[in-house]
């Protein structure tokens, strides 16, 4: 795979009238899933190990911070999701630690593609965690119009990060 390859899905998709912060949410999962996918997949020594790993860097920085400040936040405020939102933002925490390590390890060698594979167990261990759990306890949280003004939030401050972490 040449870095020109690297698949880069949209960074920023319109809300959909009757979209809720759910399904916005798992579309930039599902970005996540697959740039884990790349990156363990690629090879050393190349730049396509650097760019899909920037890509994922950026996707997992944006799409962490439009989600804290606009789903956690909320859920912060009901006493149901103290505990289940501290325990995700434990988790951001966690995966920000690992992405940093990559950052300052050679790519190219061994113990930066087990730092990869823990981000990705770690990365993939969240969604599934929060797609089977948060999003149902959250769901009973938030009423179904902040749902859909929370996607547009989301949307729009993920694309505003994408741009500002693109730059830096």
Known sequence: MRAS???????????RP???????????HER??????QLLRSKPHTAD??????ALR???AAHAAAEERHLYVPILMD???????????HEHHQMDELVEDLQVTDHSGASWMATAKQLSHKVHHHLREEEKKFFQSS?????????MRLAKRYRREHARMVRSLQKA
């Open 79 to 89: 006493d149901r999701g103290l505990s289940p939102a501290r325990h995700a933002l």
């Open 5 to 15: 390859t690297v698949k880069k899905a949209p960074t920023t998709t319109p809300a």
């Open 58 to 60: 950026i996707e997992l």
């Open 49 to 54: 190990r650097l760019s899909i790993f920037t």
């Open 32 to 37: 996540q899933r697959a740039l884990c996918r």
């Open 18 to 28: 009757t979209e809720s912060i759910f399904d916005a949410l798992r579309e930039s």
């Open 139 to 147: 769901g009973k949280i938030l009423d179904d119009a902040l749902k």
